[in-house]
């Protein structure tokens, strides 16, 4: 099984599934090994397993022996590994390839110590450290975060009852995922998506790019800082935040909303959905 992740991570870091989307009819392991930079010396047969794997977990199709055997994504994989389209959710692989994969070389060592070596962030930094650094880390991070939620978001604006809602505001939002499922699925709607400085041009280019400009709004905002969350929302959400923080940071984000939803509004959890 770690085995078959590692190959998908690795995959999906080097678009490969991206670089078949664009031959339909499908690519040779040369034409592969060329065009995402695979070693090609003439005994490495490392190329040709990893797609082999990858057709073995029904990722890709594979037709033809020998040299002109050709490689093309089946059709899950162009579905949500392809970059670029409305459903990509390869972010994740790639998050967790460069981020969790070297984390669980530790997991012994935290189990028995309640706590990570100070070596573990020479190499991954810290995840608190990523939130809010610099840009390129933070869409990296938001990346994972969007390939990570779609599907969950997808889900909850079909199953929550949005219709007796007016705006919803997304704190932690990262690139605006859920206020744009929100605002698609429901125009009604009046949505904004709120994180830290770092993601906010990431934000504007995923909203504009979901077609939900003027319907979704990008805003920067600091859950610890002393500012009351902004009103006029009467769904509040925090989406993937609270398992970030101690048992104290959770209290104080869950009292910070509390104050700031309308008697009939809505907070909704992680995993649960309370309505009041
Ligand atoms: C685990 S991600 C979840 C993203 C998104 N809500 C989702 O469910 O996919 C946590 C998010 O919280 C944001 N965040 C962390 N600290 C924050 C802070 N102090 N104020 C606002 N956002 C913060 C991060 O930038 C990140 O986008």
């Not at 390869?90 to 998050?95: A, M, Q, R």
Request: glycine residues 10%; charged residues 20%; contains cysteine.
């Amino acid at each position: 099984m770690m085995q078959v992740s590692a190959a998908l991570n690795a995959a999906a870091k080097l678009g490969i599934f991206t670089l078949l989307s664009r031959h339909p009819e499908g690519a040779t392991l040369q034409q592969v090994s060329e065009e995402v930079g695979l070693c090609r010396e003439p005994h490495f047969r490392g190329g040709a397993d990893l797609l082999d794997l990858l057709v073995s977990v029904a990722c890709l199709e594979r037709a033809g022996e020998g040299s002109e055997t050709r490689y093309r994504n089946a059709p899950v994989a162009d579905q949500y590994l392809v970059r670029g389209r409305p459903q990509y959710a390869g972010g994740i692989l790639c998050l967790n390839g460069d981020r969790s994969f070297p984390m669980f070389g530790y997991l012994t060592h935290a189990l028995r110590h309640g706590e990570m070596p100070p070596e573990a962030f020479q190499r991954v930094p810290d995840i608190h450290t990523t939130f809010g650094s610099d840009v390129a880390a933070a869409e990296f991070f938001a990346e994972g975060m969007t390939g990570a939620s779609l599907g969950n978001f997808s889900l909850l604006v079909d199953r929550f009852p949005f219709h007796r809602f007016t705006s919803l505001g997304d704190l932690g939002g990262s690139v605006g995922c859920l206020a744009c499922c929100v605002a698609s699925r429901h125009p009604h709607m009046a949505a904004v998506t709120y994180d830290l400085p770092a993601v906010h041009g990431a934000a504007e280019r995923y909203v504009q790019k979901q077609g939900c400009e003027g319907k979704v709004q990008v805003r920067d905002y600091d859950f610890f800082s002393p500012d009351p969350v902004p009103g006029g929302h009467d769904v509040l959400t925090y989406g993937m935040v609270l398992h970030d923080w101690g048992i104290d940071k959770k209290m104080l984000l869950m009292r910070k909303v509390r104050t700031r939803v309308p008697f009939h509004g809505s907070k909704i959890k992680s995993k649960s959905i309370e309505t009041s």
